[in-house]
């Protein structure tokens, strides 16, 4: 059973232009939100979290909104870059950030120059 | 070191053989996390590390995984009798209490 899902397996977007990656989760005990950019050959590094208590968090051009009704999160990048293609994962935890995080299976994200 | 270490980066061993996974976590850091990911799916948590001991096991997909870590440092992940779905790249993170994780670049593992 998939906890965190990403049902876009891929994204194209114009170099310039806002990138939308979405998330669903189903377990209401979710209290924290966390999204990684991994690369080919590397490890996941992270982007951007989000408490549950809190509907948007912002780090420059990555903006995070939670919307716990939905049970769904998103981030959204503006403007896109050639340098943020890249596989993105949301992960999910049920204890503000410790122990383990239950990731979904990750966005393709293509940036065109 | 500056970030989270795994060795070797690359494993292909024949099915039936044991591996071992190495980890080397930030410096540091009390917990330590081992997940896989398989090919076209997510990251697939396997076992928490809090100092030496692991109150959380439950993601090992059978008896032939194990895992110890040890002086709250170094962690090895070892496979025995291998098996071709076993093939996945694992990964490796620490954190601190209550910090974001920081993940190793992976062992890639490859059973014929």
């Known amino acids: 059973d998939q906890q965190v899902k990403q049902n876009s397996p891929s994204l194209s977007v114009q170099e310039g232009r806002i990138s939308i990656l979405n998330c669903d989760y189903t377990?209401?005990?979710?209290?924290?939100f966390l999204w990684y950019k991994k690369y080919p050959a590397e490890g996941p590094t992270f982007l951007i979290s989000?408490?549950?208590?809190?509907d948007k968090n912002e780090d420059g051009r990555f903006t995070v909104f939670l919307n716990k009704s939905a049970k769904h999160l998103s981030l959204h990048i503006v403007p896109s870059q050639p340098g943020d293609s890249a596989v993105y994962f949301c992960?999910?935890?049920?204890?503000?950030?410790?122990?383990?995080?239950?990731f979904g299976t990750g966005t393709r994200l293509k940036v065109l120059a | 070191g500056a970030g989270v270490s795994q060795s070797p980066s690359n494993k292909v061993t024949e099915k039936g053989k044991d591996v071992e996974l190495r980890c080397d976590p930030i410096?540091?850091?009390?917990?330590l996390y081992w997940y896989r990911q398989s090919l076209g799916q997510g990251l697939e948590f396997l076992i928490y590390?809090?100092?030496?001991?692991?109150?959380?096991k439950s993601g090992l997909p059978s008896d032939r995984f194990s895992a110890e870590r040890t002086g709250g440092s170094v962690s090895t992940l070892t496979i025995q009798r291998t098996q071709q779905e076993d093939s996945a790249v694992y990964l490796c993170?620490?954190?601190?209490?209550?910090?974001?994780?920081?993940f190793g670049p992976g062992t890639r593992l490859t059973v014929l």
């Open positions: 377990n209401s005990m979710f209290d924290y």
């Open positions: 992960a999910a935890s049920g204890f503000s950030g410790t122990y383990k995080y239950i």
């Open positions: 993170a620490s954190s601190l209490a209550a910090n974001e994780q920081f």
């Open positions: 989000i408490s549950s208590i809190k």
């Open positions: 590390f809090q100092g030496n001991s692991a109150p959380d």
């Open positions: 410096s540091g850091h009390t917990a």
